[in-house]
Nanobody
Framework: QVRFVESGGGLVQPGGSLRLSCAASGMPFSLNHMGWYRQAPGNQRELVARISGGGVSTYYVDFVKGRFTISRDNAKNTMYLQMHSLKPEDTAVYYC?????????WGQGTQVTVSS
């Protein structure tokens, strides 16, 4: 059974930083592209960034470019999202999943709240 467990969220002031982690199990992690997604209240879940299986290729949506960095450690079956210069509009529940996503493998996510 594929499982993703997110951690590292919290309350941070505008301009602050957070590092999210995603622990994956139940699949050959290094062979799969992975993604970070987020869902703000009232909005649909959206892709934020994705990374190739080997970690060489990355993609970011425009609104996080230059602020967020996606990375992975295949030896630990773990993916990360380093977030800097956080804005109130980054407030959301952040999820990880394969890219493209596995529909029935969504975890609980980790809440990120950016507020003064």
């Amino acid at each position: 059974q594929v499982r993703f467990v997110e951690s590292g969220g919290g309350l941070v002031q505008p301009g602050g930083s957070l590092r999210l982690s995603c622990a994956a199990s139940g699949m050959p992690f290094s062979l799969n592209h992975m993604g970070w997604y987020r869902q703000a209240p009232g909005n649909q879940r959206e892709l934020v960034a994705r990374i190739s299986g080997g970690g060489v290729s990355t993609y970011y949506v425009d609104f996080v470019k230059g602020r967020f960095t996606i990375s992975r450690d295949n030896a630990k079956n773990t993916m990360y999202l380093q977030m800097h210069s956080l804005k109130p509009e980054d407030t959301a529940v952040y999820y990880c999943n394969r890219y493209p996503d596995i529909a029935d493998a969504w975890g609980q996510g980790t809440q990120v709240t950016v507020s003064s």
